[in-house]
Structure formats: C-alpha cells, structure tokens
C-alpha cells in the first residue's frame, strides 16, 4: 500500500506551509503517563524490530533520533517495506497526523495521512448515499417536499414549487445521510410533520422543550410528544389537533 | 550635570542598577522620565538593555538595546524575502520526434533534438541543463517559443554522443531541469539569460500597546537608579526614577518582550481587521517571533541528543551560504539550557566554549557574551545559548512535562539568526516614529516632578490623591530572513 504524507494548513501569516529549504520533524512524543508515543503495538514492536534489527520499545534510544522529516512536498510512504510499515504505524495516530480526509478535522493536527486506496472507498460510501438520497428524492411528491422541508425546519408553506424543489435539492446535496434519516428511514415522519405544523401553527405550544396543548402537556422533548400522538389512547387528542389546523 | 549621552556598549558594561533614598545627585535632568522626553531614542536604549540584562528581557535586548531598531511612518511594513536566484523548473511534457515519450524510447539518440514544455523562460540559448541525474545534461538550442502558457525548449544532448540519450524518465512530466552551465561556439551571437525571480513578499504590521498605573498620594518616594560609568573619562552619571514607576516600567517591559514573542496576527488579506476595539476602531495585532518562524525549521523532541542538535545547525545553515554569518542565538529555558549543557559539554568535541564578556566587537564582529554561552562548531557555526526566563515561567507555561513535572515550554529552544543579511541586521525592532515609548501622567493631588500641590491657583486634571501613569507603545517584529531561524520543542501528549 502507498500512502502519502501531506501537509494540510497553512500558516496564517506567511500563508505558506513551509519556506523554501525549511522542514518539520514529526517525531515521538511523551504521553501523559510519561511513557513515549511511537504508534506500535507490542506485535508491531517484536515483528517490525526483528526485520529491522532494532529494538523498538518505546525506551529504546531508536526512538530518542527518530523523524519524519516533510518539506513543502509530500511524504511517500510504501508500507510494504519494513521502514515504511514502522512510519505508517507511527503516523497513522500520532497526535499531529489525521488520518485520511474525513479525520481532517482532528484537533491539533496539521498533517493527514492519505490512503488512495482507502480514501477511494470512504468517497465511494459518500457517493453511495448520495447516489441513494437523490434515488428517493426523485420519489417525492411537491406536497412531500414541502412536509420535509418542515422537518428540517424550515416554513415551506409561502414557498413556491420551483423553490421547494431547489432547497429540498441543495439540503440534499449538502447532507444526503441527514435527509435519508430525517425522512427516509424516519417511521414517525407523517407524526412529526403534524407535529412541527401544529407549533408553526400555534396549536401545539413550544416551551423550550414541553409541548403543550391547551392546558395539557403530551411531551417534554419532542420525542415524547411524537410517542403520545401516536398513542392510541390519545387518538381524540390528535383529531382535535388536526381538526383545529385545519380550521386555521 | 548628570550626562547620558555617550551611550555606547563600553559606556554600559560598567552600569549599575540600585535602590535608594533621593539624594541630590539625582537631578531632574536624569530623572527618568524627563530624560526620555529629551533624548528618547538614547533612554529607551538604555532601558532595554538594562532589563534585557538584569530581567531577562532578550528580544527588546537583542534589538532596542543594540540599536537594532527601525522607525517607520505606517502602520504596515512589507520586506522581500529573496529565497533563491535559481532554481530547478518543472517538466511539464517532453516529446521526441513528434510524439510523447514511452519508456521504451531513446530521447535525443543520434543528437536528435528533444522538445520539453516548462513554466517559465528561464533559461536562454546555449544554456546547458541537467536532469535530475546530473549525469544527463542536455544543451538549448535557439530561443524557446510559447505554447499557450508553456515555453517549449529544444535540447540536444550536451556529451555530443551519437550513442547518447536521456532517460525517459527524467523527461516524465514531474522531473525538473536546472542550470548546470552554458557552451557556445565560436563567433556566436546567443548568451544565457539572467533570472530576476520576484522575492517573496512577507509583511507584518505595528501594535499599539498600553499601560497604565496609579501612584497615591502617600506612597514613599523610594527611588531606582541606573547609574553609568565612562571607562574613558571615569565619569559618572545618573538616571533614575520613582520605585513605583520603576515596577511598572519592569512590567511594561516584559509585557512587550513576552508579546514580541507570542503574538499572532490578525489582518485579513487587504489589511484589515474584524478586530475592534470598545470605541469600535480597528485593534491590530502584528505576528510575533514564534509565528514569523512558524513555517521555517521545527523539529519535535522527547530526548535532546547530539545528532538532533547538529543536524538541526545544519538545516538552519543550509539557507545560510557564507560561513561568517552563521551566527544563531537559542533562547531557551533552564530545562533546555540543562539539555543543552548535558549534551555539548558530555558529546560535542565538535564544539568549544567561548570565554565570554558582556558584548564586544561592533557590527558584523559582534558578539554576545557574559549572560549568553558561547559555542563554536564546524562549519563556522556559532552558538550563543541565553537563558530565556519567560519559557520558565509557571505562571504563563501552565503544560507540565510529563516527567519531571517542570514547564514544558521551558525546553522549548527558539533558534535565531542574528547574523546580518546585506550589511543589516537580521532581527530588528520596528517602531512607528515618535511613539516607540510614550509616557505621560494625568496629575492629581500630587504630580511627577513636582510633587504635592501646595496652591489653591496649581492647575490639575483630576481630583484623585496621587497621579496616574500611562505608557504606550506602537512596536513590532521584522524578522528579515525567518528561514534561517527555527525551533527545537520538547514534545508532550
């Protein structure tokens, strides 16, 4: 397997990463119990350290020189060689190394670790949703658009079809698992649509969390209310509910 | 009368810094503060050097007290960074005969030309280019022309082998060709061009910094008093301030030294900030040391050892060609300055230490000396080690090394070159002109110089029993070339 070292932010005054002739060293570091981080478990320590002939447990004074040094072009790493397998172990959670691009988020880490082989997979899963969410997508009435737009919170009543058709498109397109979860895979939509139309309506009262009809609280999180308008028993509660909508 | 105006370094080595009771020789002249209204650019010197010798004050030292310093009109100040005069260009495409290259082919078999796409003009007819093996050399013949956003070279393979050619894959697209030389026949009109790249630009901008203290009424007039002796003439003389101005000129200080260090930039691309102050104008930030050395060498430790430190020298000379200049400063904690000592005095037969006195020489012959360890190495590699208390302080460096319990930045050794680029110094002080130090007071009750006021008809700004203090100061960094200067850290999860 290749992968690649890369640098990822830039420094924000001189805005470049490196100057020209100038390299970081990423080296061990000591942990919080005083031991020292070299990224290998006691496997990788015994069968790395005999190929390599070295002793690689985190006192050994291997670890008092080692670096990986990165100038302003990328590190390329084959791990298929004993060294290369001993970087990519010591990169893959080193503190300042994130590893792959959906870890680029990491605290404090200004390096990522790219696996092209990896790195392909995890775009093709975000593809796959993708390609799933529009699937469905595709399926929905305008008079589903718009309950799902109310799902994601927002008045889609005063919209017009081409912009309900648009927003429901760009939210998609921004977070296609959100979408599937929210309407999708969401048994209770059809409750929660008519509970999110009853407080936009002010037939249901949102306090904070507690929702209220009339005097009577039916839920303090959403998820209750959502269970009590479901309720069988609370049936006539919901007619009332719906009938008043209705009626504004 | 007390004189201070021959503030030269052998002027200073023999200064002495004591508390005391008022006495007559303490005129208003020397006072302080009436000194840095009449000659502030001398006072102000002389107040850096001495806190950077007796509080451990090391940039405002290395600068201000050296005279390293610049006074500027805006706020903004830009320098180039001239990094290479040449440089190795990027293969874009190669063809031979017509078509790319496989690699199979013998490019420039038989002096059979080779056409290679590249970025920039940078070589000129005659010119003799090598490849990433230096073995293969190949020479331009006649004038590049453009292709679209590319210029396109002709070379024939420099040995003049028939038998000759370059291999392929250093004419794949990615491999570079830099300058080796240039050949010419005779009577020839053709000549190599010169390159003038652009410098890269770096700029940073002043900050305004305040201070403001109290004095009450009551307080008992103790004074500080810097006194200085001509070795020449064997003359003394005097400056010397009000204790309480004095603690909070120690504070002012070291605030500045410790922002000269720390600070980190805050204007957008076009200069300007989303920053703004109570009154709602813009409060600008320029970057300090650490960050102006940022991108520049950085390399991680648990355990200093020898290899580390040398090959750490080393990087930080590679930007530096002429051995005379190498001359780096570490400022760094007492824990670093342990690591350092365990690991030169123990290992290094490769360095010797310098007998030291406070400075000597002048200009590009100077030397720091007395509170600063000396080194030399191979190469002409000179190391001056200083102590650097802020990297020591519990109060400012609250992340402990996991071992020794101690402040983990206290290991922390920042490498500058102090050296002097093009007969000026590396590491200067930049200051808008006039406001490097402004002092002023708001008197009550009681004013600076001259005391309580004892008539109905003495003119005050306030009511308050005492009088306020204000400093200000417009300041900042210029590291003119950061890539010779680097960090050594001890790192901690």
Redesign the interface.
């Known amino acids: 397997m290749i992968v690649t070292l890369r640098q990822t932010s830039r ?4 805005g ?19 031991g ?2 070299t990224g290998l478990s006691r496997e990788d320590e015994t069968k790395l350290g005999e190929a390599l002939r070295v002793d690689l447990s985190p006192s050994s004074e291997y ?3 080692f ?1 990986i040094r990165v100038s302003d072009s990328d590190v390329v790493i084959d791990t298929n060689t004993p060294e290369g397998e001993l970087k990519y172990l010591f990169l893959k959670n080193h ?1 300042r190394v994130a590893n792959g691009l959906s870890d680029r988020t990491k605290p404090g880490a200004n390096f990522v670790l790219i696996n092209d082989d990896e790195q392909a997979k995890e775009i093709n899963k975000r593809n796959k949703v993708k390609r799933e969410a529009f699937r469905e997508f595709d399926k929905l009435s305008l008079s589903d658009m718009r309950k799902c737009l109310r799902l994601f919170g927002h008045a889609s009543d005063s919209l017009s079809n081409e912009l309900v058709e648009q927003k429901m498109n760009e939210l998609i397109d921004e977070n296609p698992q959100r979408f599937l979860d929210k309407w999708v895979d969401n048994k209770f939509r059809v409750v929660e649509f008519q509970l999110e139309d009853a407080v936009s309506k002010n037939v249901i009262r949102k306090n904070r969390n507690l929702y209220q009809y009339g005097t009577e609280i039916i839920g303090r999180s959403k998820d209750e209310a959502i269970a009590f308008l479901e309720d069988v028993k609370n049936q006539d509660i919901k007619m009332a509910i719906i009938k008043e909508m209705n009626a504004k | 009368m007390a004189s201070f105006n021959t503030m030269e370094n052998n002027v200073l080595n023999s200064l002495v810094l004591y508390k005391s009771k008022w006495f007559s020789d303490l005129v208003d002249e020397s006072k302080l503060s009436n000194a840095l209204m009449t000659k502030p650019h001398e006072v102000s010197t002389v107040l850096s050097y001495v806190f950077g010798r007796y509080e451990g004050n090391t940039i405002d030292f290395l600068t201000m007290g050296l005279g390293k310093t610049i006074e500027i009109e805006s706020r903004q100040y830009e320098w180039p ?1 001239m ?2 005069f040449d440089k190795a260009v990027d293969i874009i495409q190669a063809k031979w005969q017509g078509s790319s290259i496989s690699s199979g082919d013998t490019p420039g078999l038989n002096q059979t030309p080779i056409q290679i796409w590249v970025r920039d003009k940078w070589f000129g007819p005659g010119a003799v280019l090598a490849f990433d093996d230096r073995e293969y050399q190949a020479r331009v013949t006649g004038a590049p022309y453009q292709d679209g956003e590319y210029w396109v070279y002709t070379l024939l393979v420099a040995d003049g082998q028939a038998d000759s050619f370059i291999l392929p894959s250093l004419l794949s697209a990615g491999s570079k060709v830099s300058r080796e030389g240039s050949a010419y026949e005779e009577y020839s009109e053709e000549a190599d061009i010169v390159n003038y790249p652009t410098p ?1 630009k ?1 700029r ?1 901008q002043l900050t305004t910094m305040r201070l403001s203290y109290d004095i009450t009424g009551s307080a008992v007039s103790t004074v500080m008093v810097i006194a200085m002796r001509d070795p020449q003439s064997g003359k003394k003389s005097f400056l010397w301030s009000d204790f309480q101005e004095w603690r909070a000129l120690r504070q002012w200080y070291e605030t500045m030294d410790r922002w000269l260090v720390y600070s ?2 805050n204007a957008n691309a076009d200069g300007t900030t989303d920053l703004a102050g109570t009154n709602g104008r813009p409060v600008y930030i320029g ?1 300090g040391l650490l ?2 050395i ?10 200093l ?1 020898l ?2 430190l040398d090959e750490f020298l080393s ?1 930080l000379s ?2 530096i060609l002429g051995k005379g200049e190498r001359k780096f400063v570490a400022l760094t904690g007492e824990m670093g300055m342990r690591e350092l000592d365990r690991v030169l005095r123990a290992k290094a037969t490769g360095y010797s230490l310098v007998d030291t006195h406070f400075v000597t020489g002048s200009g590009q012959d100077l030397t720091l000396q007395g509170q600063f360890v000396t080194y030399k190495g191979l190469n002409g590699i000179q190391l001056d080690i200083k102590h650097f208390p802020f990297y020591d302080n519990t109060v400012y460096n609250r992340k402990l ?3 020794t319990g101690k402040p983990l930045e206290s290991y922390r050794m920042t490498f500058i070159d102090y050296g002097m680029r093009d007969g000026e110094p590396n590491l200067i002080k930049v200051i808008r002109k006039d406001r490097g130090l402004v002092m002023w007071h708001t008197g009550g009750s009681v004013a600076p110089g001259s005391g309580h006021a004892k008539s109905i008809s003495t003119l005050r700004s306030n009511a308050k029993d005492g009088y306020s203090v204000h400093f200000l100061s417009e300041q900042g960094l210029m590291l003119k070339d ?2 010779t200067s ?1 960090e050594l850290i ?4």
């Open positions: 420094d924000s005054w001189s470049v990463r490196r100057y020209k002739n100038c390299s970081v060293y990423l080296a061990p570091y000591l942990t919080r119990s005083g020292r981080y670890w008092d020189t670096f503190k | 960074l990094i290479e890269f770096l940073n980190k930039y970057a960050q102006q940022a991108p520049a060498n950085k390399r991680y430790y648990t355990t050892t290899d580390i990087d590679y930007n090394h996991p071992i950061p890539t680097g001890c790192d901690a999860e």
